[in-house]
């Protein structure tokens, strides 16, 4: 089937059809009942994928088991399910929030699923434990070595461990029902590629954000013409 993208289900028809132009084999994801609309049907509140493996909770798995088979089938990924407690209220929703970027596992240590923590320590990872909660909606990926955020906790973090990092401004990303949504939301990474979920020459810091992806092997690419939205990311598997 070649590679598959993992999405909200609510990303809008235009970016679902440029994605699929790629060649991507789309999967829309369905809300998560326990979780806080409007982050009910966002990838990276649902889900971590990593290690060949993904991650759900078994209420999800319960619900949408079809759908989660299918993209299991479509792929050579196991599943792992949780039953640790989770609900709509911090921390509890961010049970999947996490960054597998090379050798390390980018996380708050405290609140993500002990599962993923367990096959970070079997894979050999060094995981970096960063205050920010919803690390994964704070990140995005441009290389196994390179990251944009806008976060200075997970910013600082990183630098330390030798990861090239540029941190841009807070804010210019729509996020329903909150004052702004966040980079990592708004985008996924393959290949050569960095996908924004938006115009991505319409942010503020395009300049510095389309020089770093270059410097790091990776093309821009916007998957619409309208303002950025945070939309839970863009997961993408072989």
């Given at each position: 089937?070649?590679?598959i993208?993992?999405?909200?289900?609510?990303?809008?028809e235009?970016?679902?059809?440029?994605?699929?132009g790629?060649?991507?084999?789309?999967f829309?994801l369905?809300?998560?009942?326990?979780l806080?609309f409007?982050l009910?049907?966002h990838?990276?509140?649902?889900?971590?994928?990593?290690?060949d493996t993904?991650f759900?909770?078994?209420?999800?798995?319960r619900?949408?088991?079809?759908s989660?088979d299918l993209?299991?089938?479509?792929?050579?990924?196991s599943?792992c399910?949780t039953?640790?407690?989770?609900?709509?209220t911090y921390?509890?929703?961010?049970?999947f929030?996490a960054?597998?970027?090379?050798?390390?596992?980018i996380?708050?240590?405290?609140?993500?699923?002990?599962?993923?923590l367990?096959?970070a320590d079997f894979?050999g990872?060094?995981?970096?434990?960063?205050p920010q909660?919803?690390t994964?909606?704070?990140?995005?990926k441009?290389?196994?070595n390179?990251?944009?955020?806008?976060?200075?906790?997970?910013?600082?973090a990183?630098?330390?461990?030798?990861i090239?990092?540029?941190?841009?401004?807070a804010?210019?990303?729509?996020?329903?029902?909150?004052?702004?949504g966040?980079?990592?939301?708004?985008?996924?990474?393959?290949?050569?590629?960095?996908?924004?979920c938006g115009?991505?020459?319409?942010?503020?810091d395009y300049?510095?954000?389309?020089?770093?992806?270059?410097?790091?092997?990776?093309?821009?690419?916007?998957l619409s013409?309208?303002?950025?939205?945070?939309t839970?990311?863009?997961?993408?598997?072989?």
């Amino acid at each position: 089937m070649g590679k598959i993208s993992i999405i909200n289900k609510n990303l809008d028809e235009v970016s679902k059809e440029f994605l699929s132009g790629f060649g991507f084999t789309l999967f829309s994801l369905e809300e998560a009942k326990y979780l806080d609309f409007p982050l009910s049907s966002h990838p990276d509140m649902i889900m971590f994928t990593g290690f060949d493996t993904l991650f759900c909770h078994e209420k999800y798995y319960r619900e949408n088991k079809e759908s989660i088979d299918l993209i299991l089938n479509s792929t050579k990924y196991s599943l792992c399910i949780t039953d640790e407690d989770t609900d709509k209220t911090y921390p509890h929703d961010v049970l999947f929030n996490a960054v597998l970027l090379g050798n390390f596992l980018i996380c708050n240590t405290r609140h993500i699923s002990k599962k993923i923590l367990e096959a970070a320590d079997f894979a050999g990872k060094e995981i970096i434990h960063v205050p920010q909660g919803y690390t994964k909606c704070s990140v995005c990926k441009v290389s196994e070595n390179a990251l944009i955020t806008s976060d200075v906790s997970v910013y600082r973090a990183v630098l330390s461990r030798g990861i090239d990092a540029l941190l841009i401004s807070a804010g210019s990303i729509e996020l329903e029902g909150f004052e702004y949504g966040f980079i990592g939301g708004a985008s996924g990474q393959c290949d050569d590629k960095v996908f924004f979920c938006g115009d991505i020459s319409l942010h503020p810091d395009y300049g510095s954000i389309k020089s770093f992806c270059e410097n790091h092997g990776k093309t821009t690419v916007s998957l619409s013409k309208k303002s950025l939205r945070d939309t839970g990311s863009i997961f993408f598997i072989d």
